[in-house]
Each structure stands twice: as structure tokens, then as C-alpha cells.
């Protein structure tokens, strides 16, 4: 059996708002997605793969992602507030003026991308990591 593939090619330039709540997704792959100025509050995301992937001024609300993949995505302008990510990994993704306040990334896998998002308490910006590789440490540190 072959997960569900949600993909889209013919983007539309301004993707309008969404407000999306208590969302459940399990093992199926979002492809050339774009979510923009939208806000997604206390939903589950369990071996979902993200791919190609564009967030713009999304705000993550009390959101979990569990065992997902996020391959080649844009974060942008979007806030992460009170989720954790477990078991997940972070392959060519940009992060450009994103912030994580609250949230745990538990055992996952991040490349060096994500030190754009460090821990800044003067800020209110706070992002809390555990058991990271260890070459995203070194970059991480070196900042």
C-alpha cells in the first residue's frame, strides 16, 4: 500500500488564510505545498514526510510532529510556540526570520540550516533541542 501523496504544481501566487485546528495527519506525504499567514493550533503529525514545502508567516500553536520529514522546506516569517518535534528530521531546509519560543526538539535530526533559530532569553526566543547530532552542536556552538 502507497501512503497518500497531497501535491500540488500549478501554485497559486497568494495563498489565502487558514485556520486550522486539532488536525490529525498519520503517514502520508505533503509535496509542493505552500501555507502562508496561517495559523495551526493543536494538531498531530505522525510520519508525515514534507516535501518541497513552503510556510510563510505560519504560526504553529501546542502542535506535535512525531517521526516526520521535512525535505527541502522554506520556513519563513512563521512562529513555533509550545510544539515539539520528536524523532523528526530537517534535510536542506531554510529557516529565514522564523523564531521557536517553548518548543522541544526531541532525538531529532536537524541540519546546520536550523542555527538561525538559537536561544536568545532577552528576546523571548527560546528553542530547546536534546540529543541532537553532533555536527549541528559544533555549528550551533561556533555561532
Not at 536550523?114 to 533541542?129: D, F, M, P, W, Y
Amino acid at each position: 500500500m502507497f501512503p497518500l501523496t497531497i501535491e500540488k504544481f500549478n501554485q497559486i501566487p497568494a495563498e489565502s488564510y487558514q485556520l486550522i485546528t486539532d488536525e490529525k495527519l498519520a503517514g502520508i506525504i505533503v509535496a509542493h505545498q505552500i501555507l502562508a499567514g496561517s495559523r495551526v493550533l493543536s494538531s498531530t503529525y505522525h510520519n508525515v514526510t514534507f516535501s518541497e514545502c513552503v510556510f510563510y508567516g505560519v504560526e504553529f500553536i501546542e502542535t506535535t510532529f512525531e517521526d516526520c520529514n521535512f525535505n527541502n522546506c522554506t520556513i519563513t516569517f512563521s512562529h513555533i510556540k509550545n510544539c515539539k518535534f520528536k524523532n523528526c528530521t530537517f534535510t536542506d531546509c531554510k529557516w529565514l526570520a522564523a523564531s521557536s519560543r517553548h518548543s522541544v526538539f526531541e532525538d531529532c535530526e536537524l541540519d546546520p540550516h536550523l542555527s538561525a533559530l538559537t536561544e536568545h532569553e532577552s528576546n523571548g526566543v527560546t528553542l530547546t533541542i536534546t540529543n541532537l547530532q553532533q555536527d549541528f552542536l559544533d555549528t550551533a556552538i561556533a555561532c
